[in-house]
């Protein structure tokens, strides 16, 4: 897990007010500790947490431990990223998507109403 510190975990408890009250659009990385696919996507966001420093909040969720989130959500398959905007969900991913595809869904949500 060392490779993905920069970004921030979220769970069931407090997803509500790190994700949906956040004041930036942020992206959640729906993964699980045993999933080979959710390491590279992990890679891709830690790169991206400085990028996008002051623009979008990064953010992971592990699905074996919080699966209200998931359930509500209708994750069925990991890596899922999911962006978030003011409460909504703007943009969506699914599986090991490459850097380019990730930095499209970001820029999306930024120039919807930036």
Do not use: H
Request: proline share 4%; with cysteine.
């Amino acid at each position: 897990m060392a490779d993905r510190d920069k970004v921030s975990e979220v769970t069931d408890g407090n997803f509500q007010e790190e994700v949906l009250k956040a004041e930036v659009p942020t992206l959640v990385d729906f993964w699980a500790t045993w999933c080979v696919p959710c390491k590279a996507v992990g890679s891709i966001l830690e790169e991206l947490v400085e990028q996008y420093e002051d623009k979008v909040k990064i953010t992971k969720l592990n699905v074996d431990d919080s699966p209200r989130t998931c359930t509500k959500y209708g994750v069925r398959s990991i890596p899922t990223l999911i962006l978030f905007k003011e409460g909504k969900v703007v943009g969506q991913e699914i599986g090991s998507v490459p850097r380019g595809r990730v930095e499209n869904l970001i820029n999306k949500a930024l120039g919807a109403g930036s």
